[in-house]
C-alpha cells in the first residue's frame, strides 16, 4: 500500500507540473528511475521499498549569484569572468550577472553532445602550478582569479 502511495504521489506532482518546460521546451520535471532499494520499519514490519525519483531541472535556476559569493567567500577574491553549465541559464541568473557586473558564459546546452571524446577538453587537461597557484590551460594561458 506505501508502494502505492509512492508511485501515485509522484505521477500526481509530475501531472501537475506537466505544463513547465524549460526554454528548448523540454519538461523541467520528470521521473527519473528510482533511489536504492531500502528497508523501513513499519508498525506491520520491515519493508523494501523503491522510492521513485524526480528530475527537477530548475535546481540552478537562481543560484549563479550563490556561486559567485562563494567564491569571494572561499578565496576572498571577487571573480570578474564565470561560466556555468546550461543548468543556469535563466533570466534571473542574467540579471544578476549584469547587476554583479562579472562577466559570465553560460552555456545553451546545444551540440555539446556531438563533440568527439578525444576533442573534448576536461580538468584532465589543464596543467596545475602549486607555486604560483594556477592552472594552465591547453593552449599555455594562465588561468587566474
Known amino acids: ?10 505521477d500526481e506532482f509530475i501531472q501537475k ?4 518546460v524549460d526554454c528548448d521546451g523540454r519538461k523541467i520535471i ?16 520491515p519493508l523494501t521499498i523503491k522510492q521513485p525519483r524526480v528530475d527537477d531541472r530548475q535546481l540552478d535556476k537562481n543560484k549563479l549569484i550563490k556561486e559567485i559569493d562563494d567564491i569571494k567567500n ?8 564565470i561560466s556555468a553549465d546550461s543548468g543556469y541559464r535563466s533570466s534571473d541568473n ?3 550577472l549584469k547587476d554583479s557586473k562579472v562577466y559570465g558564459y553560460i ?14 577538453i576536461g580538468k584532465k587537461n589543464f596543467s596545475y602550478d602549486s ?7 591547453p593552449a599555455g594561458h594562465k588561468l587566474e582569479l
Open 30 to 45: 520528470s521521473r527519473n528511475g528510482y533511489m536504492p532499494e531500502r528497508d523501513i520499519l513499519t508498525g506491520i514490519g
Open 107 to 120: 552555456a545553451t546546452g546545444k551540440g555539446e553532445k556531438h563533440i568527439s571524446e578525444d576533442k573534448k
Open 17 to 20: 507540473h506537466s505544463a513547465l
Open 131 to 137: 607555486k604560483e597557484d594556477i592552472f594552465i590551460c
Open 94 to 96: 542574467i540579471e544578476a
Open 1 to 10: 500500500m506505501l508502494k502505492l502511495a509512492l508511485e501515485n504521489e509522484v
Open 74 to 81: 572561499n578565496t576572498g577574491k571577487t571573480t570578474e569572468k
